[in-house]
């Protein structure tokens, strides 16, 4: 089977919009990031590595830099940056 022109990704967290992009096939991260308006102010631009190949239906969520007054909240608040930064399909892939 040939190879599909475009692919389709999810982009969330601390980008400017936040939603669901259709990019070219062999486009990286960063055109992903791109297509959502590109990274908040608060955003951890270092949670993914940008030069990586987007892939047909992944998420791509960007965490925000952790607060001075969540720094040393327990991990169960809704600000928990350890969670998956990319999901390949349905499945997680830990954050190292």
């Not at 969520?61 to 991990?75: G, R």
Request: charged share 20%; no cysteine.
């Amino acid at each position: 089977p040939s190879a599909s022109a475009t692919i389709t990704v999810f982009v969330s967290g601390a980008v400017k919009r936040p939603g669901v992009y259709k990019l070219k096939n062999g486009d990286r991260i960063q055109h992903a990031i791109l297509a959502a308006g590109g990274f908040k102010p608060n955003a951890r631009m270092d949670a993914l590595n940008l030069a990586d190949f987007a892939r047909d239906a992944d998420q791509y969520f960007i965490p925000p830099q952790p607060s001075a007054k969540t720094k040393n909240a327990p991990a169960t608040t809704t600000t928990d940056t350890r969670r998956p930064t990319v999901v390949r399909g349905s499945t997680p892939t830990p954050a190292p």
